[in-house]
């Protein structure tokens, strides 16, 4: 066949009988480069075939790639014919139809990663019941009154106890100051600033464990009462006649002391809107054996973290790593306290089960819940897509 009846054929793209022509002509001039390179060209034309059958290419880019294989077969004519040597890369471009497969792969593993990192810190807010809870503010605390009254309030000064909510043995219950009455009006109790404070009940008692810190504390008391009172240990003065219905008494901790301080009261507001470094919830637990052991502290709540919303039920270990969280409130509410606090940590897991797994969000939902950064991002993809295309196009036609 001659050579413009073979460029006739290009032209009226009858491929599969080019192809087979130039591959005998090539096989007859023992040009096997020219083969090889007819070979990678018919794998070209099959992959244009499959791909207007699927529509995966648009319009535009596949004409620029049927272009670019008739040109190629114009050149490996005009080689066989003039016996020239073949240029490679000016007939393939093998590469050509990858950059779409590449390009959505490089967009799958980004996806992939997005997914699969957590994000480094994640904003928090939290409501909770628990039975106890170790926390350590950072100012002073400050429990401030109210119109009820106390049925009991008692204080003592105790060894270390490294913040764990039990009742304490016989011994432990001397206490250096112990009121009774029949109304006990708390008028204000201070807890020095940086102390670590374990709460919780004891059989209806809202108990502190304070270490190192400064205390101190004014009250009323009206009616029939009895005042035990050691002053070895704190700082008191009482005003008024012991056997009048009414005195008020100050006390205050002589030196920075480890103190086992409980009063009794239904209902108890013991802060609010005030920061701390950390909080830990965790209770001892007595086993069968008589062995003890640490448990979660916590009955019931939910935490919401960056728009992601986590039930937390009775035995969930929540655990978390800042220095900066905020107590929105903190109230003994019956046998239990409630608490709302808000914060943001490095780390928020929760242990269910003996498993312990984190709730931070990975950054591919973190971005899909911030519609501020959903918007402008779809709107810089729209963009790259676009300067995309335009490339593509200028540089199929070059």
Do not use: C
């Not at 480069?33 to 070209?44: F, G, H, N, P, V």
């Not at 937390?312 to 655990?319: A, E, N, S």
């Amino acid at each position: 066949m001659k050579k413009q009846e073979l460029l006739e054929l290009i032209a009226k793209n009858e491929l599969d009988m080019i192809f087979e022509v130039l591959l005998v002509l090539a096989a007859e001039k023992k040009r096997s480069d020219i083969e090889k390179e007819l070979i990678l060209l018919q794998a070209q034309d099959a992959q244009n075939q499959s791909n207007e059958r699927t529509g995966i290419q648009s319009y535009a880019e596949l004409n620029i790639s049927k272009a670019k294989l008739r040109k190629a077969l114009i050149e490996i004519v005009d080689v066989l014919f003039n016996n020239k040597k073949l240029q490679k890369n000016k007939t393939a471009k093998k590469t050509g139809n990858l950059k779409p497969l590449i390009f959505a792969g490089l967009i799958g593993l980004t996806l992939f990663l997005l997914g699969f990192i957590p994000i480094y810190k994640a904003e928090f807010q939290a409501d909770v019941v628990i039975e106890s809870l170790l926390f350590r503010p950072k100012l002073s605390l400050q429990i401030a009154s109210d119109s009820d009254y106390l049925e009991s309030f008692s204080i003592s000064s105790v060894n270390s106890y490294k913040g764990l909510i039990v009742p304490m043995n016989n011994s432990a219950k001397v206490m250096d100051i112990e009121i009774t009455g029949s109304s006990i009006q708390l008028v204000k109790l201070e807890i020095g600033a940086g102390a670590e404070i374990s709460l919780g009940n004891d059989q209806g008692e809202l108990v502190f464990f304070i270490e190192s810190s400064f205390i101190s504390s004014d009250l009323d008391v009206t009616g029939k009462y009895s005042v035990d009172v050691d002053h070895g240990r704190f700082q008191t003065t009482v005003e008024g006649e012991k056997d009048s219905s009414e005195v008020s008494l100050s006390f205050h901790a002589a030196t920075e002391s480890n103190v086992y301080l409980k009063f009794q009261k239904e209902n108890v507001l013991i802060g609010q809107r005030f920061l701390t470094d950390n909080l830990e919830f965790t209770a001892e637990e007595i086993k069968n054996d008589l062995t003890s052991g640490l448990k979660s502290s916590i009955i019931e709540g939910v935490i919401e973290i960056e728009g992601k919303r986590d039930s937390l039920g009775k035995g969930d270990l929540l655990i978390l790593n800042s220095k900066d969280i905020e107590i929105e409130s903190l109230r003994m509410e019956g046998n239990y306290l409630h608490l709302k606090f808000n914060g943001m940590s490095n780390k928020i897991q929760v242990n269910r089960y003996n498993r312990t797994s984190s709730l931070k969000p990975n950054w591919l939902q973190y971005l899909g819940n911030s519609q501020q950064i959903t918007f402008y991002g779809g709107i810089l993809v729209w963009i790259i897509g676009v300067l995309w295309s335009i490339w593509r196009a200028y540089s199929g036609e070059k």
